[in-house]
């Protein structure tokens, strides 16, 4: 995936964030992007605090897809995937993870928020104590304002 793909992504991804906030959900967006950087075979918002956008995406991709596929795959997310969503995009299988802005500047957004207290553990530390290489290409400065803008004022209204 190129640097203009991977923004164009997010930039999507965002719109699916966007819209499951409209739904009254936390605003997080998830891609599973085909080999060719283009094709979007899959999109999931937010559904609520267990079922994040990254993992409820990945567990879809994992029921759907060959093991091989995916490998192949990029997921992309608006934010940096938490502890629970890594460990499902690895245990999925998934070979690539994009993300907009880090796990540290949603804390900073969220602060000590019951509905999300963000772990301080970034993903490429999760990924690094598997047996299976999980690409990480992120934060992605072109967008990463953009991503933390889709949550301005949104915890503080919670």
Avoid at 41 to 51: C, K, P, R, W, Y
Avoid at 143 to 150: F, G, K, L, Q, S
């Amino acid at each position: 995936m190129t640097e203009e793909q991977a923004v164009r992504q997010l930039r999507r991804a965002d719109t699916v964030a966007r819209r499951a906030m409209a739904m009254g959900r936390h605003p997080f967006g998830a891609l599973l992007v085909a080999p060719d950087g283009e094709t979007v075979l899959a999109e999931q918002g937010n559904i609520d605090t267990v079922n994040h956008a990254e993992s409820t995406l990945a567990r879809h991709a994992a029921d759907n897809y060959p093991g091989a596929y995916l490998a192949q795959c990029t997921l992309v997310t608006t934010f940096e995937p938490c502890a629970m969503c890594a460990g499902t995009v690895y245990w999925a299988g998934i070979g690539r993870v994009v993300y907009g802005a880090e796990e540290s500047a949603l804390l900073a957004l969220t602060g000590d928020h019951p509905e999300n207290p963000t772990l301080s553990l970034p993903c490429r530390e999760v990924f690094a104590r598997g047996q299976r290489t999980v690409a990480v290409v992120g934060p992605v400065p072109a967008v990463a304002a953009e991503m933390v803008a889709t949550h301005a004022g949104f915890w503080q209204t919670r």
